[in-house]
């Protein structure tokens, strides 16, 4: 039901019409202009009927407050005022009144009146909103973003302009055509309004490039954490539309951008966002990268995408044994494992560490030779990644290959300091054996119910 808010300091005299009114309407009566103000701040009415004399202020003062406050303004306004002369309703026009009606006034005359105002409110929302959305993914589109940004310049000096791009999205219209490329991406425009909440703004620029704009000042690890989880579960929910296919795996790449440092306004904002994205896709694609982060920290980003790998193991193996995934015959006895102990890390509030170990090859690639030569040596680096795996870890613990440079180990009963140790014996065990120590190895330790967390140490 409609909400008509009446203002009118004769209240009695309003009787009359608040009794037809309510027939049709849910209505509130105030009678004076601060009631009102202290009524819109928790209630929006669709309509508003204004006296246009009250008892502390001018009704056209008071029509001039509401049209010139942006959360209020594109509320209709209809004066009803006993004034004979022409002149008081051109200026109540001129001020914004969506009608002006002469009282005494005949009631039907009065809601036919509302349900026109009423009815061409909609059709100008649901304009607007063609106007301001995605016709695909229903998220706002450029055009709303960019006055958002611009707008928000008044009266919000802070945020986070986040630009995100679906990397290898080409192949997925190659492969499965573009029908299955539109499902793909709205599931990535459903999953990243889910992450980023309604407090904040989300957009498609066009293609499978898409903006979050946090509207808050935010720490640096805050956006860190934001960005690690937008990136896997993004890709979970996307990679999960095509059945976790492997020849169109699908990653996140994400640029950073901040207001004000970065800039103000939208197209600075994009601008420079656009420059981190650009680092990140030249330097293997899905990661972030801060606009303004040096551009040599590539074993940054190495180490954050370690985490992000982490992360993403940890939502893969907790998938159910009905579901698909890239893992899942690899990997099924030990994802029963997995849920097991996690099951029992929430009876028993036990310390359980997950460790991802991680080899990669030489940044210089004159040190990496050819591709045979590089398959070889990482074949070499994770059979000795392997052993030293196995004559580290106690009885009880979990171990087992994640990709073709990458180890995931289980350390039950251990506390993050614990964990550590058995990682030193793994690494230094690793370090002895090893042949090439241009391959460097890391790894990311995190505790399964949560608590505790590391980021990942390279080391050589």
């Known amino acids: 039901m409609k909400h008509i808010l009446m203002i009118n300091h004769e209240l009695k005299d309003a009787e009359g019409a608040g009794k037809f009114l ?20 928790h209630s929006r009415p669709d309509v508003i009927l204004m006296d246009s004399r009250l008892p502390d202020m001018d009704g056209y003062k008071l029509l001039k407050i509401l049209k010139e406050d942006e959360t209020k303004a594109d509320i209709p306004v209809i004066i009803l005022s006993a004034d004979p002369d022409m002149q008081s309703e051109v200026k109540a026009l001129k001020l914004g009144a969506a009608d002006y009606v002469k009282t005494p006034y005949e009631p039907e005359i009065l809601l036919n009146r509302i349900s026109k105002i009423i009815h061409a409110a909609e059709i100008n929302k649901t304009l607007e909103i063609l106007a301001n959305e995605d016709s695909l993914t229903s998220l706002w589109n450029r055009r709303y973003m960019e006055e958002y940004i611009e707008k928000g310049n008044s009266r919000q000096n802070v945020g986070v302009f986040m630009l995100l791009d679906m990397d290898n999205f080409k192949r997925v219209n190659d492969n499965f055509g573009h029908l299955m490329g539109d499902e793909v991406l709205v599931a990535f425009a459903r999953t990243l309004k889910e992450c980023a909440g309604t407090e904040n703004r989300v957009c498609r620029l066009g293609g499978d490039e898409f903006v979050v704009f946090l509207g808050a000042d935010y720490s640096e690890q805050e956006i860190r954490d934001i960005a690690r989880n937008l990136i896997v ?10 059945d976790f296919d492997k020849d169109s795996h699908i990653s996140v790449s994400i640029g950073i951008a901040l207001k004000p440092a970065d800039g103000k306004t939208f197209q600075t904002l994009y601008n420079n966002a656009d420059k981190a994205l650009y680092f990140v896709k030249r330097n293997g694609k899905r990661g972030y990268h801060f606009y303004g982060e040096a551009n040599d920290s590539v074993q940054v980003m190495q180490a954050e995408n ?98 073709t440079s990458q180890y995931v180990v289980i ?30 190895i890391s790894y990311d330790i995190q505790s399964i119910n949560g608590n505790g967390n590391k980021k990942a140490d390279i080391a050589r």
């Open 306 to 403: 370690n985490q992000i790998d982490l992360m993403h193991l940890k939502m893969l193996i907790r998938e159910t044994d009905g579901e698909s995934g890239a893992y899942k015959v690899e990997y099924s006895g030990f994802k029963r494992i997995y849920r097991f102990v996690a099951r029992c890390v929430e009876r028993s509030k036990q310390d359980v560490q997950i460790v991802l170990f991680s080899v990669s090859s030489p940044a210089d690639p004159s040190k990496a030779g050819g591709n045979e030569e590089l398959t070889m040596k990482l074949d070499h680096c994770m059979q000795k990644l392997e052993e030293a795996v196995a004559g580290s870890l106690r009885r009880g613990d979990v171990a087992t290959k994640f990709s």
């Open 22 to 41: 309510r027939r049709k309407y849910r209505l509130s009566e105030v009678a004076s202009g601060q009631e009102a103000r202290e009524l819109l701040l």
């Open 411 to 440: 350390l039950m009963d251990a506390t993050l300091e614990n964990g550590e140790k058995v990682v030193s014996r793994i690494m230094d065990k690793y370090h002895k054996d090893n042949s090439y120590p241009d391959y460097e």
């Open 233 to 242: 579960t993004i890709e979970y929910e996307t990679n999960r539309v095509l």
